[in-house]
């Protein structure tokens, strides 16, 4: 399977722990983005990396929240101190930009997490 | 079918028929669109997108149309299958190419 896939599919912790997840893009693709979608909602932007750089952050990503990609492929998020509130599905997605038009963004099949 | 977003979430269509998911954008500035479909436990699958110079897009079985005037996107889908009980997504870029915003999504559900 050559698409985008995240690692674990689904994380329990206790509030408190600190949690790390994997994503690995498309293969060659130079963007890398961070979503958390709640129950019933779409997708929020959390942040994006082109190739190692991380260009954008949203400011729903608390200081609790960090993310890498330091070789410019795979990319890990990590939240420390996990609040209930942190219960969500985190997606990640991929592109490949073409420079001045938009690229489309292929999600991978997300971490559920939920915080006991 | 049709459903009209926030007001009705849920969209329940007969197998064969045509379904019409509709989308309120919020920025005059968004000048690319991509419909989502989502199925329970999977993350967010591409369907079609278009970009603001144009008003209509066809795929296959897919069709969006574009109205900039009163900021509004749809999807028709033709012939609907149970495959195609899903979530959909409607995500607007805002004017920055680098992400989307999405709306709160309708539910799909094709009866066989």
């Known amino acids: 399977d050559t698409g985008v896939s995240q690692n674990p599919r689904h994380k329990i912790t206790k509030r408190g722990q600190n949690v790390t997840f994997r994503c690995d893009p498309i293969?060659?693709?130079?963007?890398l983005y961070w979503y958390r979608q709640t129950l019933g909602q779409g997708p929020e932007f959390l942040t994006y990396?082109?190739?190692?750089?991380?260009?954008?952050k949203s400011r729903l990503l608390s200081d609790r929240f960090s993310a890498e990609r330091p070789k410019g492929s795979f990319s890990t998020l990590e939240i420390q101190r996990t609040e209930q509130g942190d219960s969500a599905m985190y997606l990640c997605?991929?592109?490949?930009?073409?420079?001045?038009?938009?690229?489309?963004?292929?999600f991978g099949p997300g971490t559920r997490l939920t915080v006991l | 079918g049709e459903s009209v977003g926030l007001h009705l979430p849920t969209l329940s269509v007969q197998e064969g028929d045509n379904s019409i998911i509709n989308c309120a954008y919020s920025?005059?500035?968004?000048?690319?669109f991509i419909w989502y479909k989502q199925e329970s436990g999977k993350g967010p699958q591409f369907i079609i997108d278009?970009?603001?110079?144009?008003d209509k897009r066809q795929g296959q079985r897919v069709t969006v149309l574009l109205n900039k005037t009163v900021k509004h996107l749809s999807l028709q889908i033709a012939a609907t299958q149970p495959g195609d009980s899903a979530v959909y997504f409607c995500a607007e870029n805002k004017g920055n190419f680098n992400k989307f915003y999405f709306g709160s999504g309708t539910k799909l559900n094709v009866k066989p």
């Open positions: 920025n005059s500035a968004s000048d690319y």
């Open positions: 990396f082109q190739n190692e750089a991380q260009l954008e």
């Open positions: 278009i970009r603001s110079n144009m």
């Open positions: 293969s060659e693709h130079n963007r």
């Open positions: 997605a991929s592109s490949l930009t073409s420079g001045g038009a938009p690229d489309t963004q292929y």
